[in-house]
């Protein structure tokens, strides 16, 4: 019998490289780990890792079995949650994935009403951009993730993060809002109190550009109008965005969720057409779904993004 807890070291030794590591990321002592995988590789009976001096490495065996691990360690995490939350969610725990200016706008919401209605679910966050953010559901990290893409767009080839219609077909998927791209030029600009500007009026401009997938969305769209965008400047952080616009150092698009978290001085923003919207979601694995804390998550990131 292969056992969860012998799984989860195997995936904590194929990760880190050594006993030792994967010891202290279990908060375990190196013995511990070794005497557990010497009773993983008893119970399948064959070697899963080759041990050359201090290098370690997985054999055929023990690649199978890491691959396998996810999916069983979700399946049972699933099982544990829900058995523990038969009660009425007086116990439960949610991993929780979102980009950034998701956490700093439907996320607050959503765990405060989740902690008053259930305060036995503990909650954890970690932020990370989609594409990696749904790599971490579907290898287990988590159990809930915030993810985008923007609408009408089979992605942009060989872009990183490029999004396809099929993506998500594997996932639980619970639509959240719609996420308009708004423009953002310095105080002074000439199109500072525009209503509306044609994407094309930038052409000529110097471009701060967002996160890698909202990056390739932009030059897709600059490149429908007619141009390339001259990126003068590319982050990650949001406000960094904002703060180098008001600068007067060229100018961006940013989704209306990243706007509501910042606060543009220096900066005004302006209506961008042609419209450009991304699709704001929850994801979750299909057997997670079923856990009632994981459920009541989605519940209430749906509430936060109807307000």
Do not use: N
């Amino acid at each position: 019998m292969i056992e969860a807890r012998h799984l989860r070291v195997l995936r904590a030794v194929s990760a880190t490289g050594s006993f030792s590591a994967a010891g202290r990321e279990l908060g375990c002592t190196q013995p511990a780990v070794s005497q557990q995988m010497k009773a993983l590789e008893a119970s399948v009976g064959t070697p899963l890792l080759i041990r050359t001096g201090r290098e370690m490495r997985l054999t055929q065996a023990g690649e199978a079995l890491v691959r396998h691990a996810a999916g069983i360690i979700a399946g049972l995490t699933a099982a544990e949650e829900e058995v523990a939350a038969i009660a009425g969610l007086r116990a439960g725990r949610v991993r929780l994935v979102s980009f950034p200016s998701g956490s700093s706008t439907l996320v607050p919401t959503a765990l405060a009403a989740l902690r008053a209605a259930h305060p036995g679910t503990r909650v954890s966050l970690e932020e990370a951009e989609p594409p990696r953010s749904v790599e971490m559901l579907r290898e287990g990290d988590c159990d809930v993730t915030l993810a985008f893409r923007y609408e009408g767009a089979a992605g942009v080839p060989g872009a990183v993060g490029a999004a396809g219609p099929d993506e998500w077909d594997d996932l639980v998927i619970r639509p959240l809002l719609t996420d308009r791209l708004v423009g953002l030029v310095p105080e002074g600009h000439r199109l500072a109190r525009a209503g509306t500007v044609a994407i094309g009026d930038l052409a000529d401009e110097p471009w701060i550009a967002g996160c890698p997938r909202c990056r390739a969305q932009l030059v897709e769209v600059c490149e429908s109008a007619g141009f390339t965008p001259r990126i003068d400047f590319a982050t990650d952080d949001y406000p960094a965005v904002v703060g180098l616009v008001g600068a007067g150092l060229g100018v961006a698009v940013l989704p209306e969720l990243a706007i509501e978290s910042v606060r543009p001085k220096g900066a005004r923003t302006v209506t961008v057409e042609p419209a450009v919207r991304r699709e704001i979601v929850a994801l979750t694995l299909p057997d997670l779904a079923q856990v009632p804390a994981v459920a009541a998550t989605l519940d209430q990131l749906a509430r936060a993004a109807a307000r």
